[in-house]
């Protein structure tokens, strides 16, 4: 596609549930990132792939978040037993490694996850 | 460590002022990115502009221009002519580059309203 897609882009779920949030990339970019955005503050880093490779995922809050990207392209960010501190939104960023646009990160509209 | 500090949290101006985005950073490294994303009401970070920490030439695109000044770490936005299309959350973000991948650290924010 043409630019980073998200889905869903609304999740409410009940605390306890689990839930699966999915990232499309941009066709061709090698890195994917994960951030999450607390209402009114900044993105804060979650995890970064390269390819199907997990490089760095000092972000992730708990044991309770996991991600995965098994084939180098669609990445999907799970997190289990969510709880209220978790209500965020969920934003997937991707990157070319090489070229002019190397290391810029693209966007995708986010998930708003609300956990009640 | 690294940090972004965006002092100002909310400005509003008038259609057609110029309005300046004040970005502060801190890193160790002497090889770095710093960046500028635009949030509007959709969510979507849309990318701006990336500088090297090599380059220190002021950039002009349109009607923004950005100030970059290493002596005192700082990369501040200028809108000149603001108009109501301006309206959103600015955010300044720095990357190290040679850290993996290039994970960006956000500023909070700042939230410009342009009123007509």
């Known amino acids: 596609g043409a630019g980073v897609s998200q889905s869903p882009r609304y999740k409410v779920a009940k605390r306890g549930q689990d839930v699966a949030l999915r990232c499309d990339p941009i066709?061709?970019?090698?890195?994917l990132f994960w951030y999450q955005q607390a209402l009114g503050q900044g993105p804060e880093f979650l995890t970064y792939?390269?390819?199907?490779?997990?490089?760095?995922k000092s972000g992730l809050p708990s044991d309770r978040f996991f991600a995965e990207r098994p084939e180098g392209s669609v990445s999907t960010l799970k997190i289990q037993r969510t709880q209220q501190e978790d209500s965020a939104v969920y934003l997937c960023?991707?990157?070319?490694?090489?070229?002019?646009?190397?290391?810029?990160?693209?966007f995708g509209a986010g998930t708003r996850l609300s956990v009640l | 460590a690294q940090k972004v500090t965006q002092a100002q949290t909310e400005i509003s101006v008038v259609e057609k002022e110029d309005v300046t985005l004040d970005c502060v950073y801190e890193?160790?490294?002497?090889?770095?990115?710093l960046f500028w994303y635009k949030q509007p009401p959709s969510g979507e970070l849309v990318f701006l502009i990336r500088?090297?920490?090599?380059?220190?030439q002021n950039e002009i695109s349109g009607r923004y221009s950005w100030n970059f000044q290493k002596s005192t770490s700082s990369f501040n936005f200028t809108i000149t002519a603001s108009q109501v299309v301006d309206s959103a959350v600015y955010f300044c973000?720095?990357?190290?580059?040679?850290?993996?991948?290039?994970?960006?650290?956000f500023g909070q924010g700042t939230e410009l309203s342009v009123k007509p």
């Open positions: 960023a991707s990157s070319p490694r090489t070229g002019l646009a190397k290391n810029i990160q693209y």
């Open positions: 066709s061709g970019h090698v890195s």
């Open positions: 792939f390269q390819n199907e490779a997990q490089l760095d």
């Open positions: 890193t160790r490294d002497t090889t770095y990115y």
């Open positions: 500088r090297n920490s090599f380059d220190e």
């Open positions: 973000a720095l990357s190290e580059a040679y850290n993996q991948g290039g994970k960006l650290i």
